[in-house]
């Protein structure tokens, strides 16, 4: 996808970025970035507006679900394996 401008941030990185954005996982640098190519570019603006749509959907829907105990556990394991495996 892109608008056929040029962009300082080009559309294929905002658009493997844009989940970090909604998330606030990307530094001021980085939300800079992004605001300024959202605001040039039409066609990233509405698939941020559409990925916005379906976190909050997805939030609304499944946010308040408390998660098993089990799968809690098995995921901090998990995490655990990988950080291990990272070191080695």
Do not use: W
Not at 21 to 45: F, N, V
Not at 47 to 54: D, I, Q, R, T
């Amino acid at each position: 996808m892109s608008c056929g401008k040029p962009h300082e941030t080009p559309c294929t990185e905002v658009l493997a970025r844009i989940y970090s954005y909604l998330d606030g996982e990307l530094d001021e640098h980085g939300c800079s970035d992004m605001r300024q190519h959202l605001d040039e570019c039409g066609p990233c603006l509405r698939e941020y507006g559409l990925e916005e749509s379906v976190k909050k959907l997805v939030h609304k829907s499944c946010g308040c679900d408390p998660v098993p105990q089990d799968l809690r556990a098995k995921v901090l394991v998990r995490i655990q394996q990988v950080r291990a495996d990272l070191v080695d």
